[in-house]
C-alpha cells in the first residue's frame, strides 16, 4: 500500500471530500471523514511521497473551488498528521484519539480568536443578532406566542452560547472517534500494527470521578443559570460533559453484563442507545463507578 494504485486511489477520495465541503447537505458527511484519507496517507506512505500526494490533492482543489479549498484542506491535515503521527509510532489507541481531539479543539478556539480579531467575526454576537432577528421576524408575523418576550429571548441566546464550548468538544470527539474507526481497520488490512481501543465492556471511569461529579452538581445548583461569568459558562458545560461520561460508563456496564451473562450483541447495543437518549440513565454508570456492582454479576 505505500506505492501504487491504493495511495492514488486514498488521494482520490481525499480530493472528492475535500469538493464535496462545498456542496450543501453532503458537506457535513464529507467533513466527518475528510481526515480518514489523509491519515491513511501519511501512515502508509514517506513524508516526500506523502507530500506531493497532498501538494496535488489541494493544487487541482484550489484550482477548482479556490482558495477556501486551502484553507480547509489545512484545517484538516493538521490532527490528521497527529494522527498519523502516534499511528506510525505504534501508540496506544486512547492515546492517539486524546492527542486528536486536543489538536482539533484547539484548532477551533484558534479560529474563534483568528476570526474575532483579524476578520471582526464574534460567532457569540452573531449568534445573538440571527436570534433575535428571527425571533423579530416571527412576532412579525404574528407566529410567536405571547408569552415569549424579551428576557425570554436573551435566556435563550445566553444557553446558546454557554453551549459552545461543549458544541466544540462534541465536534473535535465525534472527528476524532469516526476518523480513527474507519482508518484504523483499513490500516490494519494492509499489515499494519494499530492498537484497538479497550473492549466496550472494560470501559470504566476512576471512582473518584464520581466525587467530582458531586462536587460540580452542587456547584452548579449554587451557581445562577443567567450571567457569563466563568463560573456559570463551565459548569453549563461540566455537567452535561460528565453525564455523558457517566453515560457511556453505563453502556460500558451494560456490554459487561451482556458478556458475563452470554446475552444477544443486540441488547447491549439496544440499551445503549436508550442510555444516550435519555439523560438520567447516566446515573447506572454513576452508580456502577461508585461501587463494585459489577463482582455481583462476574462468572464463579
Known sequence: MKTGLKSILWSFSALILLLMVAVPVLNALAAAVLMVPTVI????????????????VYGIGVIIMGLPALIVGLFFLVPSLVMGHYYRKGAPARKVLTATV????????????????????SLMNEIREM????????????????????????????????????????????????????AAPALRSSGLTISHLQAAREWR????????????????????????SFMTVTLHNLVPLMQMAFSIQAMGF?????HERKW????????????????????????????????????S
Request: a positive charge; hydrophobic letters at 60%; zero cysteines.
Open 41 to 56: 496517507l501519511y501512515t502508509t506512505l514517506s513524508k516526500r511521497a506523502f507530500t506531493l500526494h497532498m501538494a496535488a
Open 102 to 121: 486536543l489538536t482539533v479543539l484547539a484548532q477551533l478556539l484558534l479560529e474563534l480568536v483568528v476570526f474575532d480579531l483579524v476578520f471582526d467575526f
Open 131 to 182: 436570534i433575535t432577528k428571527t425571533v423579530d421576524n416571527l412576532r412579525e408575523q404574528g407566529i410567536m406566542p405571547s408569552v415569549w418576550t424579551a428576557t425570554v429571548t436573551e435566556s435563550y441566546v445566553q444557553s446558546l452560547i454557554h453551549s459552545i464550548p461543549m458544541a466544540l468538544i462534541t465536534v473535535s470527539f465525534l472527528l476524532a472517534v469516526i476518523t480513527h474507526a474507519i
Open 205 to 228: 471511569l476512576p471512582r473518584i470521578f464520581v466525587f467530582y461529579y458531586l462536587v460540580v452538581l452542587i456547584a452548579d445548583m449554587a451557581t445562577p443559570n443567567t450571567g457569563s
Open 254 to 258: 451494560f456490554f459487561f453484563l451482556a
Open 264 to 299: 444477544n450483541k443486540a441488547i447491549p447495543v439496544l440499551l445503549s442507545v436508550v442510555v444516550a437518549i435519555f439523560q438520567p440513565f447516566s446515573l447506572i454508570g454513576v452508580i456502577d463507578a461508585a461501587f463494585p456492582i459489577r463482582k455481583a454479576f462476574k462468572k
